[in-house]
């Protein structure tokens, strides 16, 4: 019966230790995950997220480079939505009190309106929901190149975004987390508790790693 017992707990033990001890990485718009170790000889092609350039809240110029060797978290919204926004809002401004003290975290939203929302109503925007510009990006700049990062470097809509013009409305709910070598880490329903719950231990999982 001991005998029994010890070999059941071995066998839980390995199970537990077959299982990658990483976060995987997504490369297609299908959502598919992919636990791609260093040795692995696909490693080096890993999806990353294209250069960009947008203007942010206080009139600055946002890069890729600005979120180099840091974890960030993106979504994509507009300051007059009724509707999901607001709580994806509230959620990334959870985010942003949670790592206020952690530089190696940062936040990125653009806005899918940037017509409408310029750098003073972007600027009018963070001060009514107490953004901290240093830590929480909002970006405004051309529709076409926004929706195009969106759904061909983000894959922000999954598979359906990549049908999509940008004559086609992007409106998502998804934040999108982003490794410190500009990979693809999680997707997550920015509007649900739980799944903000499980952002936070995948970011933690990321700081460690770093």
């Keep these: ?18 299982e990658p001890d990483y976060l995987p990485f997504y490369n297609t718009a299908d959502w598919e995950p992919e636990w791609i170790g260093q040795d692995d ?39 007059t939505c009724p509707s999901i ?6 959620n990334m401004y959870t985010l942003q009190e949670r790592y206020k003290e952690e530089p190696r975290l940062k936040l990125l939203s ?31 700049g051309d529709k076409e190149t926004i929706y195009d990062l969106a759904r061909t ?9 990549l049908q999509l013009s940008s004559d ?5 709910e998804n934040f999108i987390l982003v490794d410190q070598k500009r990979r693809i880490r999680g997707i997550y329903n920015g509007t649900k508790d739980a799944e903000i719950e499980q952002l936070v231990e995948d970011i933690d999982r990321l700081l460690i790693s770093d």
């Design 85 to 90: 926004c607001p709580q994806m809002t509230s």
């Design 153 to 161: 470097s983000y894959f922000i809509e999954g598979q359906i975004g």
């Design 110 to 140: 653009h806005s899918v309106t940037p017509w409408l929302d310029t750098v003073q109503q972007l600027k009018r925007y963070a001060i009514e929901n107490k953004i901290d510009g240093k830590k929480w990006h909002l970006v405004t």
């Design 41 to 79: 000889r696909s490693y080096q092609g890993i999806h990353r997220i294209a250069d960009f350039r947008f203007t942010d809240q206080n009139n600055q110029q946002i890069t890729n480079h600005n979120f180099h060797g840091r974890v960030y978290v993106v979504d994509f919204f507009f300051t």
């Design 1 to 18: 019966m001991r005998l029994i017992s010890i070999l059941i707990i071995l066998s839980v033990l390995f199970s537990c230790k077959s």
């Design 168 to 172: 086609d409305f992007l409106h998502t």
